[in-house]
């Protein structure tokens, strides 16, 4: 099938493509990520994904790039501070691009990267991805690739792609800081839990060892002075028999 995919970055297209390859689809990227800020963000994924499809022999094709449309088509969802509903609104943003390209361009179906990451809210992507591509004639081909996610990090690890740590949109920059904080503090409160919980343990631990080191300095003090008499009996010994001769 002529497929125009949609992707959003490099290392969340490795697996989905390699997939749809061994499928015999004919693929080809559209990049079209108006939700990524700020704009030097958006120009670095699209670098990493072109370096990686040039190596590949893949097509690419940049779709529009337009952050006002992506701030009006999320802004009540923004406002009201849903979410999901945000997520909903980006996802069909950027597929009613895609699948717009798509018809104008003799493409036969539409497919997405996006499903590959377990952030992302996969049946709303299904959803969003299938109600796009029929409203503009175009078969969907929509597949859960997270299975695949794992599989997905470790070759781009190993092919040393640029990978990002948030989503894409200004927000979500400011969500995944947030959230690393809470994880960074959950640690740190479990870690004081299991220490005030196992307080005595390692006081008689600390103890123990003390005592250890006590115990083996007496050895060996213990050990010299032994050493010093068996040297004065010998130091004797010898003045004794060099006197009878
Ligand atoms: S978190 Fe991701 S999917 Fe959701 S609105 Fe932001 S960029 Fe779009």
Redesign the pocket.
Known sequence: MKLLLHACCGPCSLEPVRKLQEAGHDITIYYANS?IAPADEYRRRYDTLMSWANEGHLAVIEGIYRPDDWEAA?HDAVCAHN?ED??RA??RLRFEQSAAFGAENGFEALGTTLSVSPY?YTDIIGEELTRAAQAAGLTPLFEDYRPFYDEATRRSREMGMYRQNW???R??AAEAAAEREERKAARAQAKAAWAAEHAAEIEAAKQAKQARKAERAAYDKKQQRKKAVLKQMREAAKTHQSDQA
Do not use: D, E, L, P
């Open positions: 939700n999320v979410r945000r997520c980006c996802y992302q989503c894409g949109c927000i979500s």
